[in-house]
């Protein structure tokens, strides 16, 4: 379980920085909303930066994967039915931030070509807005990803009860900024605000949790409270 843990830890921190990275460096920086035609030169004369995001973003994807099964692994002593419905919950987010990336590939094709058109802006448009609202609708899975993931942190015996609290905040976070952005019309208006309550409920407890695994990953201690778990959860089977 100690390389689990380790992996676990590294995956999370590794999500962080090549999320920030991609979506705050690179497309916050070359998208604009309200101009389609600049959104395209922007993509066009900085390929390298975008495809920069774009590979941070599959790499981000691949972490995530490997989040499904170390983090099914540590949670399974608790209670291995919620565990998998945690598993599921991120694989369905998965699943649909890879379809998503699958919009940006095609931008990147768009602004890759040696001709560009002014009516390409708005097909390149489109797909950055399918983007958004496909990513969305898996951060929305994410965001009950979080909640059964708090929950089986608070039941557990080896991770603070604190950190499952902030879980659950964070998944509240992923859930007030998603259906606002699916549904409310002047999301656009009040982005700021919405996006300060993902960010900040988000990173508190994400953190957090990273933290501790990058600590029980090193610590003899926490490990040997998990063995133990392990421990009983197999002897529990067994009978």
Not at 128 to 149: A, M, Q, R
Not at 185 to 191: L, V
Request: a negative charge; proline letters at 1%; charged letters at 15%.
């Amino acid at each position: 379980m100690k390389t689990n843990a380790k992996i676990s830890g590294f995956a999370y921190v590794m999500i962080f920085i090549t999320g920030f990275y991609a979506n705050f460096t690179v497309l916050s920086s070359l998208v604009e909303i309200d101009n389609p035609t600049k959104t395209l030169l922007n993509i066009s004369n900085n390929l390298n930066l975008f495809r920069n995001g774009l590979l941070s973003f599959l790499l981000m994807l691949v972490f995530d994967i490997v989040l499904i099964v170390t983090l099914f692994k540590l949670t399974s002593t608790v209670s291995r039915t919620w565990s998998y419905v945690a598993s599921g919950f991120r694989m369905l987010h998965a699943l649909f931030f890879g379809i998503a990336l699958l919009q940006l590939y095609e931008v990147y094709n768009i602004a890759h070509d040696d001709h560009i058109f002014k009516e390409m802006s708005y097909a390149v448009m489109d797909l950055l807005s399918n983007f958004d609202e496909l990513w969305t609708i898996g951060l929305l899975f994410f965001g009950f990803h979080l909640l059964v993931l708090g929950y089986l942190t608070i039941k557990s015996n080896h991770i603070p009860k604190l950190i499952g609290v902030l879980l659950i905040i964070a998944s509240f976070g992923y859930f007030v900024d998603c259906l606002a952005k699916l549904s409310y019309a002047d999301y656009d208006n009040y982005k700021e605000y919405f996006e300060s309550v993902v960010i900040i409920t988000g990173v508190i407890g994400e953190l957090s949790f990273t933290i501790w695994l990058i600590v029980a990953g090193f610590s003899k201690d926490k490990l040997s409270l998990i063995n133990k778990d392990l421990k009983l959860t197999s002897d529990l089977e067994e009978s």
